[in-house]
């Protein structure tokens, strides 16, 4: 079956500008994630979604960035008057009701703010 | 705060011995561990999960799990060129958190 699916896969903006990341998580799972990972760091937890509710939304770091994930499948995450440093890879993972710990990555989202 | 700590590397093996990969954890808490395989410029790719405390063998894979010590290794049998990539250490604290804690990884490379 189709694993994650996440877009754009790359994406370039200004600094200030917003952007909307999309992840298609793999059909079934009802945990849905996000990650970001930095050049030479493993990946860092931002939000988790059970359903269609933010069950954790420790990590993300400020009131710029938001998720939603309105019909319990695919989720958006957005990010609003980026800045350079928010330049990243933006990872969404899925896993199953079941075996919430197993969570499995989609390409990610290459985003760079200039 | 929950850490895991991975040696960065790089480890470097001849073709056909055998790699091992350590990560050691914080959270005395934590259930469960998985080891993830990114080539560079992919995503992780889950390769191996361990719960108990002991040895988990999957292939060439074996996993090693010691909560007293909190430590989780990772074996690779019979290494080939392909191996080469980094390999990341995650630990799920179990409950109703989802989030993994990664290590920053260790990358690997196999010479033929």
């Known amino acids: 079956g189709a694993g994650v699916s996440q877009t754009p896969s790359n994406k370039v903006t200004e600094k200030g500008k917003y952007v909307e990341l999309r992840c298609d998580p793999i059909s079934g799972h009802t945990a849905l994630y996000w990650y970001r990972q930095s050049l030479g760091q493993g990946p860092e937890f931002l939000i988790y979604f059970q359903g269609t509710g933010a069950a954790d939304d420790s990590g993300l770091p400020n009131d710029r960035f938001f998720a939603v994930r309105p019909e319990g499948s695919v989720s958006t995450l957005k990010i609003q008057r980026t800045e350079r440093g928010d330049s990243a890879v933006y990872l969404c993972?899925?896993?199953?009701?079941?075996?919430?710990?197993?969570?499995?990555f989609g390409p990610g989202t290459r985003l760079l703010v200039l | 705060q929950k850490e895991v700590e991975q040696n960065s590397g790089p480890l470097s093996v001849p073709e056909g011995a055998i790699a091992s990969l350590n990560c050691t954890y914080s959270d005395r808490g934590s259930q469960s561990f998985f080891w993830y395989r990114q080539y560079s410029g992919k995503s992780p790719e889950l390769i191996m999960f361990?719960?108990?405390?002991g040895d988990k063998e999957d292939g060439r894979f074996t996993a090693q799990l010691n909560k007293a010590s909190q430590y989780v290794s990772l074996l690779i049998r019979d290494s080939q060129p392909s191996d080469s990539a980094t390999y990341l250490c995650a630990a799920h604290s179990g409950g109703s958190q989802g989030n993994l804690i990664f290590g920053k990884g260790t990358k690997l490379s196999v010479k033929p």
């Open positions: 361990i719960y108990s405390n």
């Open positions: 993972a899925s896993s199953s009701r079941t075996r919430v710990e197993t969570q499995y």
